[in-house]
């Protein structure tokens, strides 16, 4: 069941400078859950820093995050914990079989041995590598990668998946797997989704999108909505319409 | 139920880097090798060199191989420390720190397992160096052993702390030569390490004080002491001082309203 009064997450009037750079102006959005929400900018937008913010890495200088009802500030515990993260960066460690990594992020999250080999096997069979579980993941390929990435930030549960970038470094198909993969796990357990991305192409019709640029949020809401809004029929228009000539189109294309 | 949540992070934590430290095979030689380059090759040349008066806590004269081993279990604590600095800014570049800040579990906790996992590593190392330098007929009392356990324990408490802290604040890994230059090396030779301080106030009064104050003295008096089935009270209280001191400075380096990321940004955020 949805609960329509509580957001999976929300971002009100957020800011963040370092020194003298406004990296966030005044950033606010929400998802549901259940919801496919693509945060589009090109780099430099300010993703990072609101993933920094929403994992918080640092806190806010001003506004607020919650999760399921939960402040990032006062409650960081209860929203943590119903947060999965996948970062930009691979952090997986390579010398470590699948299994060794499970079991050390499972403990980070105080899940207990029998719960963490039950979930375990539920997300590799899921991701179809059941059988690489005792494999270093020096041996796996960066697809395989990113799916054990993906299962382990699902490994506590959570009700709001973060994704940075997760397609980066991955060719065509993989990262096709990897969108329908995750479009599968909203639909099919109401998990909200927020999809960090530069590729314009990454946002189906149906999924949210919240358009930053130069940390303002330019555009928010779905993809037809978005379009509309802007009076143009592609995505690849109403983000050219929405950020100006100085920052051409081009920017988004893989 | 909230207890156990924190046992399996430590646990968990303390098995990561058990793990990654028998991956390492490298790293465990190097740690090994280095002390005993010194043990077998330093200490012999040394030993013509400087006369050592009876000093607490040696009933006796003494070899100086004997002399030196204590302060090469130090060095051990020390690089060890150092280095698990030196894998937290490569785990800061490489993203996996982010993996484990993003654990519901407070910061200043997972701060304190990973110096926990740090410190139980560089015992495991001590041990089997003074293992190896019984056969150099370094043979403190056999309950000396079990006596320096919690000596180890403090200093590599106390080491790991100040290893955390300087984490924070090194931004990139390039900048961990100056690490070496600026603290190791200084901590170790103006210390008790490879000779008395009463030595070094022969050669200059100044650097003897500078030796008195250096928290790494009294980590290897510490251990010099316990390993004599000795107890050096100053040495421990100026030890726990210093841990407490440089783990409260790193806990507030690492705070996400204060620390390192929140002034800098993340490792993505120069473009």
Redesign the interface.
């Known amino acids: 069941m949805r609960d329509d009064t509580i957001q999976a997450l929300e971002v009100e009037a957020l800011s963040h400078r ?1 020194g003298a750079r406004t ?1 966030l102006d005044g950033v606010s959005f929400a998802v549901p859950a259940g919801r496919f929400e693509v945060l589009l900018g090109l ?2 937008a300010g993703k ?2 609101l993933f ?1 913010l929403i ?5 806010s200088r001003s506004g607020a995050i919650r999760v399921l009802g939960s402040d990032m500030r006062r409650q ?6 119903r ?1 999965g ?1 996948v ?5 997986l ?1 390579p ?2 079989t699948v299994m ?1 990594n499970l ?10 041995d029998a719960v963490i080999e039950e979930r375990a096997r539920e997300e590799l069979a899921r991701i179809g590598l059941t059988e690489r579980a005792g494999e270093r993941v020096r041996a796996l390929s960066g697809g395989q990668r990113r799916r054990v990435e993906i299962a382990r930030a699902l490994l506590h549960r959570p009700r709001l998946l973060l994704l940075d970038e997760p397609t980066v470094g991955l060719d065509v198909d993989l990262r096709r797997q990897v969108i329908d993969h995750v479009h599968a796990l909203c639909r099919e357990q109401g998990l909200a989704v927020l999809w960090a991305t530069h590729l314009l192409d990454e946002a189906r019709a149906g999924d949210g999108v919240v358009v930053l640029h130069r940390g303002r949020v330019l555009a928010d809401g779905t993809v037809a909505e978005v379009c509309a809004a802007a009076g143009v029929e592609t995505l690849d228009e109403a983000f050219a319409a929405l950020t100006g000539p100085s920052s051409t189109g081009k920017g988004g294309r893989p | 139920m909230n207890a156990a949540l924190y046992w399996r992070c430590l646990r968990s934590i303390i098995v990561r880097e058990g793990l990654r430290f028998v991956h390492q095979r490298e790293r465990f030689f190097a740690a090994l090798v280095r002390p005993l380059v010194w043990l077998a090759i330093f200490a012999v040349g040394f030993r013509a060199v400087l006369g050592l008066s009876i000093i607490p806590p040696y009933g006796t004269y003494i070899l100086y191989e004997e002399y030196v081993v204590p302060g090469l279990v130090a060095m051990i604590q020390l690089f060890n420390g150092m280095q698990s600095s030196l894998s937290m800014v490569y785990d800061r570049e490489m993203g996996s720190m982010k993996t484990l800040l993003v654990s519901p579990l407070p910061r200043w906790y997972l701060l304190v397992c990973k110096l926990l996992a740090g410190v139980l590593v560089s015992i495991a190392q001590a041990y089997v160096f003074i293992a190896i330098a019984w056969f150099w007929d370094v043979r403190p009392p056999p309950l000396g052993y079990l006596a320096v356990l919690p000596a180890l324990v403090l200093g590599g408490l106390m080491l790991g702390a100040l290893g955390l802290l300087l984490s924070s604040f090194i931004k990139q890994l390039e900048n961990f030569a100056g690490v070496m230059n600026f603290v190791i090396f200084p901590m170790f030779f103006a210390s008790s390490a490879l000779y008395p301080v009463w030595r070094i106030r022969e050669g200059s009064p100044a650097l003897a004080m500078v030796a008195e104050f250096n928290p790494f003295t009294h980590v290897v008096e510490l251990i010099r002491f316990a390993l004599y089935l000795d107890v050096n009270p100053t040495s421990a209280l100026v030890v726990a001082g210093a841990t407490v001191l440089f783990l409260g400075a790193a806990i507030l380096a690492y705070d996400p309203g204060r620390g390192f990321w929140a002034r800098r940004g993340g490792p993505a955020e120069q473009a």
């Open positions: 370092f990296a780099n430099g990072t820093t920094s994992t918080r890495l640092y806190n960081p515990t209860q929203a943590l914990a947060i993260v970062f930009q960066q691979p952090t460690d010398d470590l060794q079991r050390y992020h499972g403990g980070l999250h105080g899940l207990s």
